[in-house]
């Protein structure tokens, strides 16, 4: 029996919450990218993959469909989220943290 080919790997540059840090990451899968992003940014807790318009990647079917068009996203940590001060900087997202309720 033949087995399916695995998925090609495609490099990503991914970024911090503050876009401080960034790295190239290959995967295939968007868990690969998620673990990958986990460890090379050392966190520990439950992260998001988001786009640069804020759009949560959070699905392997549309991470597949996504995977020839995309090649930046931010990978956020809980009580991250990205905000856009408006038109104008459109081009360059500001994020914010998230104060947690005590």
Known sequence: MASD???PQKPYKVWNF???EGRIIAASKLEELQL???TKF???TNIKLVLEDGCII???EAFQMLQG???EVFCL???ESLSFAGPSSQSSPS???SAKAP
């Open 5 to 7: 080919p695995p998925c």
């Open 18 to 20: 503050d876009k401080t």
């Open 36 to 38: 990958k992003a986990k």
């Open 42 to 44: 050392d966190i520990s």
């Open 58 to 60: 959070d699905d392997e």
């Open 69 to 71: 068009s995309i090649s």
């Open 77 to 79: 940590k809980e009580g």
């Open 95 to 97: 994020v914010t943290q």
